[in-house]
């Protein structure tokens, strides 16, 4: 247990489903981050929240729409994916000064059918 | 932008020692850290670099050259429990920046 929660564990989503993922933390940590992970790549670091504001975006598709009501929490709403979105879903929390450890929650296997 | 080089697989026997290498290009470098994670489980922090040289942590090491863009975590006395994947990590701003990955080393312990 890292402190970390994410719920679902598991989701199967059809391509024209709405869907949300959902990270909490009570750490006391202010950054939050989304990743994704894919067989046989490396974890690509997707969002990034600091004290609630968005700090960073790669360049990942508008089907993604993360939103950090608070410190706690992080969520990820999903529409229209594709089949390629299917990978496992982790967040992760940390202090907000470089260096400082993340800790990551289990994950969401994401399936797109 | 940014990339971290290490080997996709590494063998080793139980008692042993085994080092993991990780090479990098960034934009921008803070430091390296280093991630291990089982099959299934979640990632979870193991060291991180800030300086040139050795960090020592129990039975695992890790060391940092910035003049060569170089790392490597050293685990000692490998254990079956040991076998997982390890991932360097890359910070390459200031404050929450998020970690910038390498393809991660399975690493199998052989009894």
């Known amino acids: 247990e890292t402190g970390v929660t994410q719920t679902p564990r598991h989701l199967v989503m059809g391509m024209t489903n709405k869907k949300s993922l959902k990270c909490e933390q009570h750490?006391?940590?202010?950054?939050m981050y989304w990743y994704k992970q894919s067989a046989k790549k490396p974890l690509e670091l997707m969002f990034v929240?600091?004290?609630?504001?968005?700090?960073e975006n790669n360049s990942v598709p508008s089907r993604f729409s993360p939103e950090c009501p608070n410190s706690s929490h992080l969520f990820l709403h999903l529409h229209t994916l594709q089949p390629e979105d299917s990978a496992l879903y982790l967040c992760?929390?940390?202090?907000?000064?470089?260096?400082?450890?993340?800790?990551f929650g289990q994950g969401t296997r994401l399936t797109v059918v | 932008g940014q990339s971290l080089e290490q080997p996709s697989e590494v063998t080793a026997v139980e008692g042993a020692i085994v080092q993991i290498n990780c090479t990098y290009q960034?934009?921008?470098?803070?430091?390296l850290s280093w991630y291990q994670q089982h099959d299934g489980g979640a990632p979870t922090f193991l060291s991180y670099?800030?300086?040139?040289g050795l960090e020592e942590t129990g039975r695992f090491s890790s060391f940092l050259s910035r003049s060569d863009s170089y790392g490597y975590l050293l685990l000692q006395e490998l254990q079956m429990k040991d076998s997982a994947s390890y991932f360097c990590?890359?910070?390459?701003?200031?404050?929450?920046?998020?970690?910038?990955f390498g393809k991660g080393t399975h690493l199998i312990i052989q009894p």
């Open positions: 992760a929390s940390s202090q907000d000064r470089v260096g400082a450890e993340a800790f």
């Open positions: 750490l006391g940590h202010n950054a």
């Open positions: 929240y600091n004290f609630k504001e968005q700090t």
């Open positions: 960034t934009s921008g470098f803070y430091g």
């Open positions: 670099n800030a300086l040139d």
């Open positions: 990590a890359a910070h390459s701003g200031g404050g929450a920046d998020g970690l910038t």
